[in-house]
């Protein structure tokens, strides 16, 4: 075998990889996109239109009141990030134990941008990148023109080698002392993607 041919060969290994790459990407994106809005509902579920704000009165002191309308938002983090394999072992083979299922080849792969444009939008709240939302000083002196439900961010996902389940991990700040890390278990049995289970991640 020449060079040209073992180029040709070389070559053509190169741009299937490179493709195969890129599909892989999309498949997660896609069922990325499809499970953030289940993810976010499951943590603000509770939400029954009546949300409690600080209001100045005339002598400098503060009350709280209620208000029925304001303009809510989730502040998501700008970019996904690579999924942590240190819960693997602690959590994940546990999970899964009674089906037998391994994720074999974790591959924590490069963070990129999300696009909150592809989240299904919803009507109790607005969805904002964390670049565009106030500082920590800021954000969370909710008022009714911006309130503030909490900050999001999401892994990637990590699917087994059927990409019938996946797993990923998420980290949400719901106030100045208020947070979780949770793994998310997805799942899908021939239909749409669903949460199979939410748990909470101690961390050490």
């Known amino acids: 075998m020449n060079f040209k041919n073992i180029l040709i060969i070389f ?3 190169a741009v299937f990889s490179c493709s195969n790459g890129q ?34 009165t005339s002598d400098s002191t503060s009350v709280w009141i209620q208000e029925t309308s304001v303009n809510a938002i989730v502040g998501i983090m700008d970019s996904v990030y690579g999924f942590d394999q240190s819960f693997y072992d602690k959590y994940v083979n546990l999970h899964f134990s ?3 299922l391994e994720f074999i080849s974790l591959n924590a792969g490069n963070d990129y941008k999300l696009d909150i444009s592809k989240i299904e939008t919803k009507e109790d709240y ?6 565009e939302v106030p500082g920590p000083k800021k954000r969370w002196k909710r008022s009714k023109d911006f309130y503030l439900l909490g900050l999001i961010g999401f892994s990637r996902i990590q ?5 019938k389940h996946g797993i990923m991990d ?4 719901c106030g100045q002392q208020c947070g979780l890390t949770a793994l998310v278990y997805l799942k899908n049995d021939g239909g749409d993607w669903e949460i199979d289970e939410i748990e909470s991640i101690v961390m050490e």
Do not use: C, R
């Open 11 to 13: 070559s053509s290994l």
């Open 23 to 56: 599909t892989d990407l999309n498949f997660e994106q896609e069922v990325l996109y499809e499970v953030i809005p289940k993810i976010i509902d499951s943590q603000f579920e509770n939400l029954q239109g009546t949300f409690m704000i600080q209001k100045a």
């Open 98 to 100: 009674d089906i037998g």
């Open 126 to 131: 607005k969805y904002k990148y964390l670049s």
């Open 159 to 163: 699917f087994d080698q059927k990409k």
């Open 170 to 173: 998420f980290k949400l700040t």
